[in-house]
C-alpha cells in the first residue's frame, strides 16, 4: 500500500486559502477542517471520495458571504488520520464528532457524492441538530442497483499518477472542462488520499444502498444532480423524488458528476438559492 503524502508545493496552497485548521477528535481518529470563519449559519461540507477539503475552497468561497463554510477533511484524505474502516456509519460518526465538538448545532450540511450520502444518513439518524441537508449527486449504486458508473481501477489509476507527480495538464486529460486552479489542486492533493479509504469507499457505495435511508432523511432537504450525470440518472432523480417526496430536487444544466467543477456558475448560484432558503 502506497504512503499518503503532501508536497511542500501543496502546503503552499495553504496560504493562499482564508480558512483556518481546526482539529476534532472522533474516537481515534483525529480530523481536521477548514474553518472560513464569521458569523453567519455553520454549513459543514462533507467532499466525494478523492476530495480533501482543500479541494472544496472555491465552493466555501463562494458561500462564505452568506454562511460559515467549515470544510471536512474526511477520514483518510487531507490532514485527517486514516481510519480503521470506512463505512458510511463511521462517516456520519465523523460528521457527528465535528458537528458536536465545533459546537455547530443547527448546522446545514452540503455534501458531493460520497458527502452527500454521509449527509443523508447523518441527518436520517438524528442524532445532531441540523438546520438542513444538501446531497449534491449522491452516488446511487448499490446491492441490486448495479456499479458505481467509475470503476476503481480507474481511481487506483489516478492515485498512482498523482503518487509518481502528476500535472495539471495530466489531470485535465480526465477532468478537461474544470477550472485550471481545480485540476492544479488535484494534482498536487490527490496523493493526500489513501488507498484503502478510496477501494473500501468505493465497495461500500454497491454494498451499501442510498435509498435505505433516503427516505428517513427529514426536510428540508434538497438533492442537486447534474443533468448529464450518470450517478444520479433521470431514472434515479425520479426514484429519489417517489422514495422521500418532501424533499426538493434541483437539476444543474450542463453538468456531469462533478457538479460544481462542470458549471461552477449555475451549481453555486443553485445552492446559494437553497441556502438562502434554509437559513
Not at 490532514?79 to 457527528?96: I, K, R, V
Not at 450540511?109 to 458527502?115: A, R, T
Request: proline share 7%.
Amino acid at each position: 500500500m502506497s504512503e499518503r503524502a503532501l508536497t511542500q508545493r501543496a502546503l503552499a496552497d495553504l496560504a493562499a486559502v482564508p480558512a483556518r485548521s481546526r482539529w476534532v477528535a472522533s474516537g481515534p481518529i483525529r480530523l481536521h477542517a477548514l474553518d472560513y470563519g464569521g458569523d453567519g449559519v455553520p454549513v459543514l461540507v462533507l467532499p466525494g471520495i478523492t476530495s480533501p477539503a482543500i479541494a472544496m475552497d472555491f465552493v466555501a468561497r463562494e458561500l462564505a458571504d452568506l454562511v460559515r463554510p467549515v470544510v471536512l477533511d474526511v477520514r483518510g484524505r487531507g490532514f485527517s488520520d486514516d481510519g480503521p474502516s470506512y463505512t458510511l456509519e463511521d462517516y456520519a460518526a465523523d460528521a457527528e464528532a465535528v458537528i458536536t465538538r465545533l459546537g455547530l448545532d443547527g448546522a446545514v450540511l452540503l455534501g458531493h457524492s460520497m458527502g452527500a450520502r454521509i449527509a443523508g444518513l447523518t441527518a436520517a439518524k438524528g442524532e445532531v441538530a441540523l438546520r438542513g441537508t444538501v446531497l449534491v449527486d449522491p452516488p446511487m449504486s448499490g446491492p441490486t442497483r448495479g456499479p458505481y458508473p467509475t470503476t476503481l481501477a480507474a481511481f487506483q489509476s489516478q492515485l498512482q499518477q498523482a503518487r509518481r507527480g502528476t500535472d495539471a495538464d495530466e489531470v485535465a486529460r480526465s477532468w478537461p472542462r474544470w477550472p485550471r486552479r481545480e485540476q492544479e489542486l488535484r494534482a498536487r492533493w490527490l496523493a493526500s488520499c489513501g488507498d484503502e479509504a478510496v477501494a473500501a469507499t468505493h465497495r461500500n457505495f454497491e454494498s451499501e444502498d442510498f435509498f435505505d435511508f433516503w427516505p428517513s432523511v427529514p426536510a428540508p432537504t434538497v438533492l442537486v444532480y447534474g443533468a448529464d450525470s450518470p450517478v444520479v440518472t433521470a431514472l434515479g432523480a425520479q426514484e429519489a423524488a417517489r422514495a422521500n417526496v418532501a424533499a426538493r430536487l434541483v437539476a444543474i444544466p450542463d453538468a456531469g458528476h462533478m457538479v460544481f467543477w462542470d458549471n461552477p456558475r449555475a451549481g453555486l448560484e443553485a445552492v446559494r438559492d437553497v441556502l438562502r432558503d434554509m437559513i
